[in-house]
């Protein structure tokens, strides 16, 4: 009997067996590169939550002049009362639910409290008290009495009206008003209030603080103690490990006096305001200047009144030396007759009364001259009185508008 031997074909035990561990061996490296990519891939999302939440605080800032409150829970609604409120205010925010895990702190030290409207008071702006203006009296004694021009009163009344104006905004509270607080914080951060970030032994204040729990969801660290006011969080950049992958944003006063435009606007309001003053101190400058126009006025009046006296008197003087010299060398030559001597004395009298006379008019031509110029000057300094109180106007008006503006862009 014979018998066909054919070869079946598949895989013996061995084969399988190999290429069950090469399957094997990649998926280990694959699950461990996919595993060290994860985090990797996550954290951008995570850096972005942050960003978008960081805005939203700073942009609270902007439209109420304070820091948001904490949030008590995930409800997302402030809870300025509860000293232990731990979450950010999403909902008060006008952000999505998703930011109801984060932690939010803000430093709410006595006296120094960035989650509190700071106090209606003069802010640092506009409190420059500008209510003593000054304006140009009316002499009523002159002929006809000198006053200032209805340019010159117009110009006046405007200016009172900006300093109406900006005094009705001394007591209304801007952003500006509050980086006057954020500045008192930076200056004296010891006293401001016990958030800081990091652990006891090195620590730093923070104006607010953001946290993200990471991957996990869930709080690590130092940013798991949040059951009391003066809870603290980790240092930003904390490296990641098995055991802490929560993402913290610490924020200083410095940063967001610079973040949000601090410095640039009360340096903007400041030396707009410093204009103004300067242009209020020009108008007591020019309120003297009006004045001393005026006395200019008067003593040139009064020279022009004595040189008209001076030439009255010379005409006198001279219509007398006339006389007494006829009268002279008419009783001479009844008598003994007109000598040189009596026609010499005569002659002299009425040299010596001429001349006075011809003096006298030289002195009241220049008495009239001095006088035309006195009241060229006060009429130029009119017109320097309205251009003044119009400079004076524009700059507190340009004040008042940033006051208005205040932290808005």
Known sequence: MRYSLKKKSGFSLVELAVVMAIIGIVGLFVWRWVASTREPMQRPAML????????????????????????????????CGDATAVRLPWRSLGLSSNFGLFHYGVNRGAGLDLAAAPAAAVSPDLNIDFTGMPVIPTYPTFSPPIAASATVTAAAARAQAAITAASARRAVVNGLDWCRVLRSFAAN?????????????????????????????????????????????????????????????AVGPADLDARIGCVGRLSEMQATAQGAYAAYD??????????????????????????????????????????????????????????????????????????????????LDEAKAALQVAKEKQA??????????????????????????????
Not at 52 to 76: D, I, K, M, W, Y
Not at 380 to 408: C, E, P, R, S
């Open 380 to 409: 130029a300094t009119d017109a320097y009185a309205a251009q003044i109180y119009d400079t004076f106007t524009q700059t507190l008006a340009n004040a008042t508008k940033l006051d208005v503006k205040g932290l808005n862009p």
């Open 48 to 79: 972005r939550q942050l960003g978008e939440a960081q805005a939203a605080v700073e942009g609270f800032v902007l439209a109420h002049h304070r820091l948001p409150c904490p949030s008590a829970n995930t409800g997302g609604s402030e809870a």
């Open 189 to 249: 951060s010891a006293v401001a209030g016990t958030l800081t970030a990091g652990n006891v032994s090195d620590s730093m204040p923070v104006a607010y603080v953001l946290v993200h729990p990471g991957e996990n969801n869930q709080f690590d660290g130092n940013n798991a103690v949040g059951a009391s006011a003066t809870w603290r969080f980790d240092f930003p950049g904390r490296p990641q490990d098995a055991n802490y992958d929560d993402l913290t944003l």
């Open 282 to 363: 020009s108008a007591r400058v020019m309120q003297e200047y009006w004045s001393l126009r005026v006395f200019d006025i008067t003593a040139a009046e009064s020279a022009v009144q004595s040189a008209e006296s001076g030439v009255a008197t010379a005409a006198l003087a001279l219509a007398v030396a006339t006389a007494s010299g006829v009268i002279s060398i008419a009783s001479a030559a009844n008598s003994e007759g007109v000598t040189a001597f009596v026609v010499g004395i005569a002659a002299a009298n009425l040299v010596v009364a001429i001349a006075q006379t011809v003096y006298a008019a030289k002195a």
